[in-house]
T-cell receptor, first 116, second 115 residues
Framework: KAGVTQTPRYLIKTRGQQVTLSCSPISGHRSVSWYQQTPGQGLQFLFEYFSETQRNKGNFPGRFSGRQFSNSRSEMNVSTLELGDSALYLC???????????????FGPGTRLTVL | AQKITQTQPGMFVQEKEAVTLDCTYDTSDQSYGLFWYKQPSSGEMIFLIYQGSYDEQNATEGRYSLNFQKARKSANLVISASQLGDSAMYFCAMREDTLGGKLIFGQGTELSVKP
């Protein structure tokens, strides 16, 4: 069974630009979550999508947005990039079990974004 | 308030010895899950082990076991027979089931295995 895939793996952008990152979950998984990892702030939750709907959102500005497609693939978009957006962006997929539980969560390899 | 606390920023262990990585958590939810992940220098987060709050037995996965003490709100990871490839960052995380798939992470523990 293929794992979680993320594209691209590395990205270099300049301030003010926008970027779109993609995540394909494990087959059969319906929940996709996104995380930002920086040396200063650690791992922070961005948002979670389940059945094409945002189910949960972290404390990030509106420049960060996402969506999920009918095949559970997800994209996140960051507009008007700032230097502080440089980070490793990780997505995780999980089964959406009964009662809202998510079960085990598996991460992709991440996209390393550098903003110059 | 910090919900996941890992008090050991760095640890050393001799190859083939066992090591315990500490994790305490804080939640008022009755239903929650606790996770441990390994992150090598490549950056990928590798799932190691999961413990549900209602699980009566401590979780085990190969050389990994989770010492779950619910009353003390601790979920320590025990790695038996350490290997050089175990050198990495280790993160404890919690999911409160009322919040869907959102994971809250600790700051991590950097484990170095010495030959």
């Amino acid at each position: 069974k293929a794992g979680v895939t993320q594209t691209p793996r590395y990205l270099i952008k300049t301030r003010g630009q926008q970027v779109t990152l993609s995540c394909s979950p494990i087959s059969g998984h319906r929940s996709v979550s996104w995380y930002q990892q920086t040396p200063g702030q650690g791992l922070q939750f961005l948002f979670e999508y389940f059945s094409e709907t945002q189910r949960n959102k972290g404390n990030f500005p509106g420049r960060f947005s996402g969506r999920q497609f009918s095949n559970s693939r997800s994209e996140m978009n960051v507009s008007t990039l700032e230097l502080g957006d440089s980070a490793l962006y990780l997505c995780a997929s999980s089964l959406a079990l009964a009662g809202g539980l998510s079960g085990e969560q598996f991460f992709g390899p991440g996209t390393r974004l550098t903003v110059l | 308030a910090q919900k996941i606390t890992q008090t050991q920023p760095g640890m050393f262990v001799q190859e083939k010895e066992a090591v315990t990585l500490d994790c305490t958590y804080d939640t008022s939810d009755q239903s929650y899950g606790l996770f441990w992940y390994k992150q090598p220098s490549s950056g990928e987060m590798i799932f190691l082990i999961y413990q549900g709050s209602y699980d009566e037995q401590n979780a085990t996965e190969g050389r990994y076991s989770l010492n779950f003490q619910k009353a003390r709100k601790s979920a320590n990871l025990v790695i038996s027979a350490s290997q050089l490839g175990d050198s990495a960052m280790y993160f404890c995380a919690m999911r409160e089931d009322t919040l869907g798939g959102k994971l809250i992470f600790g700051q991590g523990t950097e484990l170095s295995v010495k030959p």
